[in-house]
């Protein structure tokens, strides 16, 4: 069974920016689709961005598009997601994830079937 690893989580004030790291424990294949997800305590988990790495399409959420990037580098194994310009609201548990059906990307939860154990992101004000 793979293995997905988060690191680079921690603090940061408004306008800070951290990148967060994914490694698998096995080679993942790039037609399989990539993301990250983030959850507060008490709310649903939500979307961040997902990646396709085969031909490179990534999907973003509303509310970090022109902050955040996610890129994988294949030969690192390595998923990642830079996060600039932070805001308070931004401050959660980040969770990678990747796809349950290759081929298949996008944005829904239900697209993912494998998750890490999170990192967590505090941006103060």
């Known amino acids: 069974q793979v293995q997905l690893l988060e690191s680079g989580g921690g603090s940061v004030q408004a306008g800070g920016s951290l990148r967060l790291s994914c490694t698998a424990s096995?080679?993942?294949?790039?037609?399989?689709?990539l993301g990250w997800f983030r959850q507060v305590d008490g709310k649903d988990r939500e979307v961040v961005a997902s990646?396709?790495?085969?031909?490179?399409?990534?999907y973003y959420a509303d509310s970090v598009k022109g902050r955040f990037t996610i890129s994988r580098d294949n030969a690192k194994n390595t998923l990642y997601l830079e996060m600039n310009n932070l805001k308070p609201e931004d401050s959660a548990v980040y969770y990678c994830t990747r796809g349950r059906k290759p081929g298949h990307c996008g944005l829904p939860i239900y697209i993912f079937d494998l998750w890490g154990q999170g990192t967590r992101v505090t941006v103060s004000s």
């Open positions: 990646t396709y790495p085969y031909n490179g399409d990534t």
């Open positions: 096995e080679y993942i294949p790039d037609t399989s689709c």
